[in-house]
């Protein structure tokens, strides 16, 4: 989807189109491809920004890298910009065909002289702005690829998602439960058999439970962090499974069993 209309450029001699932002479920790839000067440029540029306004900087990822770069060298061929070009897959079939698992994904794409020129009208627009200066966004693949019509720029971001086993969910979730005051007991295989159900509790004698999706577990969300505490329970256990979705999706499944 887009997130808002076409707008004329401020400068002559670069064309601005569309940012797109979507919400999926991110890691990463480690395909390995040499950047160019507009490139490292543009990832330099990019970074400056963000640190001026106090975020953290986005971390270089090889997978997002070979879709931009893929996505760019197409836009070349035909000259073309677009965001999908004919017969191509959406973004977020691209990105997971070049080996990206992702939970948060936007793209911004430019025709300009030079990156100085590109960025410039990147962070003239405001969604490709918002883009770059998006504080849930960690991870960058961009790609420069010079054509008859001038240099083809794509950024293409992610949220990054570590890659854990069920017991490191668990031990995550069992560690931001204890900050909370909240005692967790070994994972039992009833808080796993829950966590794969869709409803209900599964042979346990827990009180009550809550169910989650979440990209991160560095943090409860504001919601879930409630439901705890609602509970008012000092006696927990945490259950891991898989989440559902298709290839290049990636998000952690979690029950939480009070007592």
Request: proline fraction near 3%; glycine fraction near 8%; aromatic fraction near 8%.
């Amino acid at each position: 989807m887009r997130t808002f209309k076409f707008l004329a450029a401020a400068l002559s001699n670069v064309k601005i189109f569309p940012a797109a932002f979507f919400l999926f479920f991110a890691a990463s790839s480690n395909a390995q491809l040499q950047r160019n000067d507009s490139e490292r440029q543009l990832f330099e540029a990019l970074n400056r920004e963000r640190t001026a306004q106090g975020l953290a900087e986005l971390q270089w990822d090889n997978a997002l890298f070979k879709a931009a770069r893929q996505h760019a060298l197409r836009m070349v061929n035909l000259n073309m910009l677009e965001h999908q070009l004919p017969s191509e897959p959406k973004l977020e079939e691209r990105l997971a065909e070049a080996g990206a698992r992702f939970g948060a994904i936007a793209e911004n794409i430019a025709i300009g002289s030079n990156p100085q020129t590109i960025h410039a009208g990147w962070m003239d627009s405001p969604g490709h702005r918002k883009n770059i200066l998006d504080p849930r966004l960690t991870s960058v693949g961009i790609a420069a690829v010079r054509g008859t019509g001038g240099l083809f720029a794509v950024q293409d971001f992610s949220q990054l998602v570590a890659i854990l086993s069920l017991e490191q969910q668990e031990q995550k979730v069992a560690s931001l439960l204890s900050r909370m005051g909240v005692r967790v007991a070994e994972a039992s295989e009833d808080a796993r058999k829950t966590c794969e159900t869709e409803a209900g509790l599964a042979g346990t004698g827990a009180r009550s439970m809550i169910r989650f999706e979440t990209p991160d577990l560095g943090k409860f969300s504001e919601e879930v962090e409630r439901k705890i505490r609602n509970r008012a329970s000092n006696k927990a256990a945490v259950g891991a499974c898989r989440a559902g979705g298709a290839t290049g999706f990636a998000r952690y499944r979690i029950a939480v069993l009070f007592f």
